[in-house]
């Protein structure tokens, strides 16, 4: 074999080797995937990536047509050694614009990925929703948590959460209820990105609350412990518009 066939090979396999790697890291959705996969997805991103600086003076006023349509789901909490997550039963959904999605999961970073007006918060709860039809397509709502009273909620995630990471637990008789996390009085932005982790898929609709939750510092000290500070980087807004409801 000569040197220019024996070069042309090395090249061959490695590539194969790295789509590979590509095509395994990316099988997965928010909040399932190793943040230290990040740097293979990131040759592949445009100028819709999330999270967000928002900043709220700069928001136009916005007007969406919101229903929640949730209902209480037994207790399937995991400790997925990036993140805690709370899988939610079939069946609760939320009404966007005319379209339903499906409530997925909830999950948790520390400290909070989106930023309003510069402030970066201790944690920030994920709750993933994906289009009925058409589960490529997500929705995802971001509570922004402060240092403050035990939130209910949170202490049946945080009291059963397994202390071995990549175990889920099933909590008989206690349930989860969603939303006992939100009242749609309270305001949100909203904007169009992405999932925060690989492979971050550009078809999210975020909406983001303005009123900040409250959690125990031994709540959001026992999830970070977990998961370590498992946020993303804020990304550019590029030419994006947050509008304000």
Do not use: C
Not at 42 to 60: F, R, V, W, Y
Not at 66 to 74: I, K, N
Not at 148 to 174: C, H, M, Q, S
Not at 182 to 205: A, K, Q
Request: glycine fraction near 8%.
């Amino acid at each position: 074999m000569n040197m220019r066939t024996a070069l042309g090979l090395a090249l061959a396999m490695s590539a194969l080797s790295q789509s590979s790697f590509a095509q395994e890291a990316i099988h997965g959705h928010e909040g399932e995937q190793e943040v230290g996969l990040a740097y293979i997805a990131e040759e592949h991103i445009s100028n819709a990536q999330s999270p967000i600086n928002i900043l709220s003076g700069k928001a136009t006023e916005g007007h969406h047509d919101v229903a929640l349509h949730y209902q209480p789901s037994g207790s399937h909490i995991g400790n997925l050694g990036h993140t805690v997550e709370a899988f939610y039963e079939k069946g609760s959904t939320l009404d966007f614009d005319g379209q339903q999605y499906e409530l997925q999961q909830m999950h948790f970073h520390t400290p909070s990925e989106h930023l309003l007006d510069g402030i970066t918060y201790p944690m920030e709860m994920h709750m993933v929703h994906t289009l009925v039809g058409n589960p490529g397509k997500y929705l995802v709502i971001g509570v922004l948590f402060r240092e403050g009273d035990a939130d209910k909620t949170l202490a049946t995630i945080v009291n059963n959460v397994p202390d071995t990471a990549g175990e889920t637990r099933d909590v008989p008789g206690i349930s989860l209820n969603a939303s006992a996390l939100l009242n749609f009085s309270e305001h949100y932005f909203h904007y169009e990105g992405s999932l925060t982790t690989p492979p971050y898929t550009e078809t999210v609709t975020w909406l983001v609350m303005k009123d900040v939750h409250e959690a125990s510092p031994e709540q959001i000290a026992r999830i970070n412990a977990l998961e370590g500070n498992n946020a993303r980087h804020i990304q550019d807004i590029s030419a994006r518009q947050v509008d304000s409801n």
